[in-house]
């Protein structure tokens, strides 16, 4: 069996991957709070746990993995939303969810194969709250239920803070209610205008971090084998899941293994709106540029790096793929016959090394090796969709190309004159395009710096 070694945040080392169970691998990922379109940086994560569900898929079974993504359905963000636009909440959490699974899908993201919805496990995590503060670790105020970080030895081990760092360094609530001032909500109460529940503190709401830790203990057990999100979350929210769980249910590891992505910027600088270079994965796509280029650009950059998305970097990645998609569609066997790479798969099962992955790929595309490139492609994910329908646009061009100069071909032999396939052949090279002439055929093969405008000239 692939061995797999994963960089785990908890230890700060590369480790070899066994999982608890070989026949349930557990990962669970935190998703996005749904009030808006999903940015290019919340991509970020959803991209890179999916390669690394299709390794794990790929190496203990296809049925042997889950893979649990919540949607964070209540949130004061979304309260906000709802107020500003009058609509009701669940229209526009159900929108939202609905834009994000269509957004990523595009990105040639798999589901996850459990998404649950915080709104869904509101008992769960009463239940749980009712637990902490029995052992002690939680304590009811004025209608809010908090967390006392002091009840918890290991609290900051993860991000490797002390406690009274993160006070120094953190923008902590500070509120009458609270013991400590990094004690943090587990539930709150609701106004009339806010979503509420019943509970035995108050009509309220949960804080954001319990409902992972209530989601992951339900779906996943109280031990599981990995949880990811993006290194913003590593403190607080996935310091406190850590605490409520281990605290919930002591003895057990909650998370074995901790990853987390480095974070995306935009042409060198970070994505904020005040900067204009904010913009939602759905604005790329209505601009025409491609989910698979997107994909692309992403695994270019190993996950525990910055990530900086750049135009030149999505021109450069639409060369490469238009030229693999070409070299692929040859393809003879199916790619489900076709064994795996195994450069393909020791760069991924290396932690995720996804640009010496695209290194094996280059390889293949270099050989011709239809067959082997069209499973790599596959395996990252480039075939989620079959063949992109931007690529066959190109290639139907092409054709219309190939036969306008094989006739002129015919021509030319009559006439003797071959001054016109001449000059039609320098612009298609200029173009960027490989011309194989035979006596039977012209094919033109898009090269890395196939450029579909420049044909326009031809026409
Ligand atoms: P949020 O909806 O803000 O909770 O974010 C959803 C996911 O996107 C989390 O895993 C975040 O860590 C991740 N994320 C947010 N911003 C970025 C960014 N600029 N780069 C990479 N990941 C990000
Ligand atoms: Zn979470």
């Avoid at 269509?102 to 637990?131: C, F, H, K």
């Avoid at 360094?169 to 539930?187: I, S």
């Avoid at 900086?308 to 790619?335: C, F, H, M």
Wanted: with cysteine; charged share 25%; glycine share 6%.
């Amino acid at each position: 069996m692939t061995e797999i070694k994963l960089h785990n945040n908890k230890t700060r080392r590369k480790e070899v991957f066994e999982p608890i169970d070989r026949d349930n691998v557990r990962m669970y990922v935190c998703g996005p709070t749904v009030y808006d379109r999903a940015h290019l940086g919340n991509a970020r994560p959803v991209v890179v746990f999916d390669v690394l569900y299709r390794l794990l898929r790929h190496v203990y079974g296809a049925d042997k993995v889950t893979y649990a993504r919540n949607f964070t359905d209540v949130e004061d963000k979304i309260n906000v939303r709802a107020a500003e636009t009058g609509r009701k909440i669940s229209d526009i959490t159900n929108e939202t969810i609905q834009w994000f699974l269509d957004d990523m899908g595009s990105l040639g993201a798999m589901e996850p194969n459990l998404m649950p919805r915080a709104t869904d496990y509101i008992p769960q995590m009463v239940t749980m709250i009712a637990g902490l503060i029995e052992k002690g670790h939680a304590y009811a105020a004025e209608g809010h239920v908090l967390f006392a970080v002091d009840s918890y030895k290991a609290y900051g081990a993860l991000s490797g803070r002390s406690v009274d760092d993160m006070i120094a360094g953190a923008r902590v609530e500070v509120a009458p209610y609270k013991k400590n001032p990094m004690d943090f909500v587990l539930w709150k109460p609701s106004d009339e205008t806010q979503p509420g529940w019943e509970s035995p503190w108050s009509w309220g709401r949960p804080g954001w971090h319990i409902e992972c830790s209530a989601m992951a203990d339900d779906l996943l057990g109280k031990s599981f084998d990995i949880h990811g999100g993006g290194n913003d979350l590593q403190f607080p929210h996935h310091e406190n899941e850590i605490a409520q769980s281990c605290c919930a249910n002591p003895g057990s590891d909650f998370a074995r293994v901790w990853m987390h992505n480095e974070m995306l910027q935009v042409e060198g600088k970070k994505m904020s709106k005040s900067l204009g270079n904010f913009f939602t994965v759905r604005d790329l796509l209505d601009q025409g540029i491609p989910g698979e280029v997107i994909r692309f650009v992403f695994l270019s950059t190993h996950y525990r790096k910055p990530m900086d998305w750049t135009a030149e970097k999505a021109r450069e990645a639409e060369k490469t793929l238009r030229k693999w998609y070409a070299i692929s569609e040859d393809a003879g066997v199916a790619p489900e016959e076709k064994e795996a790479d195994p450069e393909l798969i020791s760069a991924l099962a290396d932690d995720l090394n996804t640009p010496r992955a695209i290194t094996a790929c280059h390889r293949l595309a270099n050989a011709d090796d239809a067959n082997q490139l069209r499973k790599n492609m596959d395996m990252l994910g480039f075939y989620e969709q079959g063949l992109p329908e931007w690529v066959n646009l190109g290639q139907q061009d092409l054709s219309h190309l190939e036969t306008e100069l094989f006739n002129l071909r015919e021509t030319a032999k009559a006439t003797k004159d071959f001054s016109a396939v001449d000059q039609m052949k320098s612009s298609l090279i200029g173009a960027g395009l490989e011309v194989q002439m035979t006596k039977e055929s012209v094919k033109l093969v898009p090269g890395i710096d196939f450029d579909a405008s420049k044909l326009e000239a031809l026409k």
